[in-house]
Nanobody, 121 residues
Framework: QVQLVESGGGLVQPGGSLRLSCAAS????????MGWYRQAPEKQRELVAV???????NYVDSVKGRFTISRDNAKNTVYLQMNSLKPEDTAVYYC???????????????WGQGTQVTVSS
């Protein structure tokens, strides 16, 4: 079992910043990638940013230039620095990890509990 613990969400004014953290723990062999998804009310869950163990990064177009994802592989932790926040960034943000339990084993998606980010004046 893999547990993902998120922190850093909260209420911020437009133009402000937040930094989300997600730490993975438990039984796993390797985490191939970690990322952040978000889901606003009555909207589909969307991928915000993802980073592989090798450092490859992708962002959804709407956050490019404002958000930065980073990863500490030694600590199995992923971060999302969010700057110039807009009301449309308001959502529940979910940490995600793609991991194998054993060497050569199948890859599974693991999810954090979600953390609320609210951007409002």
């Amino acid at each position: 079992q893999v547990q993902l613990v998120e922190s850093g969400g909260g209420l911020v004014q437009p133009g402000g910043s937040l930094r989300l953290s997600c730490a993975a723990s438990g039984l796993f062999f390797k985490i191939n990638a970690m990322g952040w998804y978000r889901q606003a009310p009555e909207k589909q869950r969307e991928l915000v940013a993802v980073i592989s163990s090798g450092g490859s990064i992708n962002y959804v177009d709407s956050v490019k230039g404002r958000f930065t994802i980073s990863r500490d592989n030694a600590k199995n932790t992923v971060y999302l620095q969010m700057n110039s926040l807009k009301p449309e960034d308001t959502a529940v943000y979910y940490c995600n990890a793609l991991a194998s339990k054993i060497n050569g084993g199948s890859l599974y998606n693991y999810w954090g509990q979600g953390t609320q980010v609210t951007v409002s004046s």
